[in-house]
């Protein structure tokens, strides 16, 4: 089970954001949030959203950096990405 983090590419609120995932288990993701000061409310059904001044603490913790496609692919490879379509309802 692995922790992943993408680059803050994501503009909204006046800052860029990453996507924290894991690509195994959400209550594995939950817990390193937690741990992390990442707000609950940050969770958007299979990710956390997390602003960039926050990335390098969460790679120094533990989380795996990689591209945003790579963790796209890892995600639903978990099993565990909501698809778009799914988030509308």
Known sequence: MTVLIDDPLWPAHGRLWAHLVSDADLDELHAFAKAHDV??????????????DLVPRLIAGGAQHVEGKELVRRLIASGLRVRGRDRRR
């Not at 707000?39 to 960039?52: G, I, K, S, T, W």
């Open 39 to 52: 707000p609950a409310r940050a969770f958007d059904l299979d990710h956390y959203d997390v602003p960039a």
